[in-house]
């Protein structure tokens, strides 16, 4: 039984005013972990002391009246690639459970906790966040909490089913190629990716760092905003941070959105997917009175730019693991990595040429329009273990096409939101919301319209 | 006249040696599988002709 609140700005507002205590909320949110956790198989570690200790600090602001922070009391997990000082970041791999436990939080959880939230405990993922199944050879699969005969997607598969099963009202997840899209569409939430380098990846275990992003789960548009203001600014600590100034108008949040001009991805993107994915993009494109489309040139080669990078980056972190001891590793990474570690430079410098080739076409396209609309993932949720899906009459193997939609977007960085579509009788799917680089505001200007159509 | 194709066996046979990887000899016809996917996958990058001043865009401060 999931506990009774919306959302976090809920939750947080009732416990900023003293209606319930955060001690009662993070009391109850343990004991449903505890008790439907064994069946969801999102959290791989629990912080249940430090919760506490937390919870009964911001009770103490409360009652003397100091601000207790936008998300006072609110509890949240993040994927166990995250540093949490005192537990060992597993990033989903037994190999890296004989390390030292972490000395410090992330960047990322340190300003959550800082405005407030409670940390929880740690998410389930794919090994290394090389995947789109969370189907974890070491810690089990994550079913999707709609039907537990099919994944969550991944590889932030428990970030995303902890949100959608309200375990907690909000995650943190990482992506790549699309790790917080994919599961976020599959389970039904949403799933930010903000502009590469937005958030600060310090203290998160990496992929590939010329792709790998942090972002975030939520059952609401209001809890992303929030989020998002809590978390952007910029980090020394993470290279590739920006040091462009934290997004902060977002009063304009409600307001007409007419000034944004919006155009469907077509080409590559109305290619590849079942006929219910059409459906709900052209459902989203309907209610924003969408009638233009937009070719995004070259987005097929972009998703084998970005895959090789990932291939050679992840192979190279792994080097020395994958030559003493392959054994340990999940067997669905495993044979990947090794495979990447073989890859010749120029293929791997060619592709990253081609990243700036693409940057610029896309450059161009955002001088046309300001908002970008295509389908999240290409169907709804494969069976758990299923290798092959056909769509449109081509057969073609699950893990690496749940990407397909995704991968092009993450190459260049762009912010993308991944927003739920849920109908009765249906398994959810998601669209997402893409705009120029620095431009989420656009796209939280779009999902809060949206959801204020009832499209979530 | 078509170029022979590549003995991709042989390639991951020899590179892994390079790189030190030799002793997973029980993997190699997965990760040989898994290299002719990323060959396949790599073809479409390198068949691009990109303008010759297209560089590659890294984050380094000195």
Not at chain 1, 80 to 100: C, H, Q, V
Request: charged share 20%.
């Amino acid at each position: 039984m999931s506990q009774q609140y919306q959302d976090a700005t809920e939750l947080a507002a009732q416990i900023r005013s003293g209606k319930i205590s955060a001690q009662s909320v993070i009391e109850a949110t343990l004991k449903d972990i505890h008790n439907r956790n064994p069946e969801l198989n999102c959290f791989t570690a629990i912080t249940a002391e430090r919760a506490l200790a937390q919870a009964k600090q911001i009770d103490n602001k409360v009652a003397v009246g100091n601000d207790p922070g936008l998300l006072a009391g609110v509890p949240f997990g993040v994927k166990n690639l995250f540093d949490i000082a005192g537990i060992t970041t597993i990033a989903g791999s037994a190999i890296n459970r004989e390390y030292p436990p972490a000395q410090q939080d992330a960047t990322a959880i340190t300003k959550l906790c800082q405005a407030g939230a409670i940390l929880v405990g740690a998410l389930n993922m794919d090994e290394y966040a090389y995947g789109f199944v969370t189907e974890n050879s070491h810690y089990g699969a994550t079913p999707n909490p709609y039907d537990s005969t099919r994944i969550s997607g991944g590889s932030s598969g428990g970030s995303a089913a902890a949100v959608s099963a309200k375990l907690v009202p909000f995650t943190l997840g990482s992506d790549t190629n699309g790790s917080v899209r994919v599961p976020s569409a599959l389970c039904g939430v949403y799933g930010l990716k903000p502009t590469y380098g937005r958030l600060s990846r310090k203290g998160a275990f990496l992929l590939s760092s010329s792709l790998d992003h942090v972002g975030a789960f939520t059952n609401s548009v209001r809890d992303l905003v929030k989020l998002f203001a809590v978390l952007q600014g910029y980090d020394p600590q993470d290279p590739v941070s920006t040091k462009k100034p934290p997004e902060s108008n977002f009063s304009v949040l409600g307001n007409d959105i007419t000034d944004l001009r919006i155009a469907v991805a077509d080409g590559y993107f109305a290619e590849g997917s079942t006929p219910e994915v059409k459906e709900a993009v052209a459902n989203v494109a309907k209610t924003l009175n969408v009638t233009k489309s937009i070719a995004i040139p070259q987005s097929h080669r972009a998703r084998a730019a970005a895959y090789i990078i990932t291939a050679v980056e992840g192979a190279n972190l792994h080097l020395e693991k994958l030559q003493s001891r392959p054994q340990d590793f999940d067997p669905a990474t495993r044979d990947r990595f090794l495979a990447g570690a073989l890859i010749p430079a120029s293929w791997y410098a060619q592709a990253q040429k081609f990243r700036s080739w693409y940057r610029r076409q896309v450059q161009e396209i955002f001088q046309q329009v300001d908002i970008i609309l295509a389908p999240t993932t290409p169907c709804v949720a494969p069976k758990l273990g299923q290798e092959t899906m056909t769509i449109a009459g081509v057969e073609m193997l699950v893990r690496p096409n749940l990407g397909r939609f995704t991968q092009p977007l993450s190459f260049i960085g762009l912010p993308v939101l991944s927003i739920p579509i849920k109908e009765s009788n249906r398994l959810p799917l998601g669209v997402q919301i893409i705009a120029a680089p620095y431009q989420e505001l656009s796209i939280l200007r779009i999902a809060d319209f949206l959801a204020a159509q009832d499209i979530k | 006249m078509e170029q022979p194709k590549p003995n991709w066996k042989e390639y991951v046979e020899q590179t892994a040696k390079l790189m030190n990887l030799d002793h997973t000899g029980e993997y190699l016809p997965e990760v040989t599988n898994n290299f002719v996917a990323i060959a396949n996958i790599a073809s479409l990058v390198m068949e691009f002709e990109l303008p010759e001043d297209t560089e590659i865009a890294p984050i380094f401060e000195p």
